[in-house]
């Protein structure tokens, strides 16, 4: 059973675009010691996705939501309404049922600073960080909003993501021994990562 005070309801794009963004932002969760919980953190074909989201928000704390999808890259490119749907299911959450999630906690991030005013004026005075699309600044992003919310003792930024590089490099060399590919790593389930990575944390605590 996980704990509710550590769970993190992480929304976002799941796709190949993202997988550099998110890796870092995931690890980041991990190595502070909060749980990340995604809709691919499990697969059930019996399970409609909406049912899904649903219990991750009511088995969470904290959400993380990015809406650096909001608007379309290219002409006749559709935005994406996944992540703020979901951002209103968490919020409305907190929202109607004051006495059981009135302890939730959001961070929402954008990729361009004051973008999201034109896609969702109602988050206007949110207080919105942006990652530029940068890994580093997602780190430093997720990193500063638990500081900022009372958690003492945390890594820095830089060291998180020095950390992360670390992971990846040993990941990468480890799993190419046992005769992963490139794209075999690339490719890897997201919960067999979430696995790889809270293993290297316990064996590093461990030897310190």
Known sequence: MTDYTRNVFVNCPLDEEYVPLLRPLVFTLISLGFTPRL???????????FVKICRLIRECKFG??????IKATKRGEFFRLNMPF?????????????????????????????????????LS?????????NPSDVVKAVRNWFAENGYKGIP????????FNDFMADFHQK????????????????????????????????SS
């Open 39 to 49: 809709a691919l953190e499990e697969l059930d074909s019996g399970e409609p996705r």
């Open 64 to 69: 993380i939501h990015d809406m650096c999808r």
């Open 86 to 122: 979901e951002l209103g299911l968490d919020i409305g959450a907190r929202a109607f049922a004051p006495n059981k999630y009135g302890s939730k906690r959001f961070l929402i991030l954008e990729k361009e600073k004051f973008r999201y005013q034109a896609a969702i004026s109602d």
């Open 125 to 133: 005075n949110s207080d919105i960080k942006s990652h530029n699309g």
């Open 156 to 163: 820095s930024a830089s060291s998180l993501w020095y950390s």
């Open 175 to 206: 799993r190419s021994k046992e005769g992963f590919t490139d794209k075999d790593i690339y490719e890897m389930p997201l919960r067999e990562l979430l696995d790889y990575m809270k293993d290297w944390k316990d064996r590093r605590t461990r």
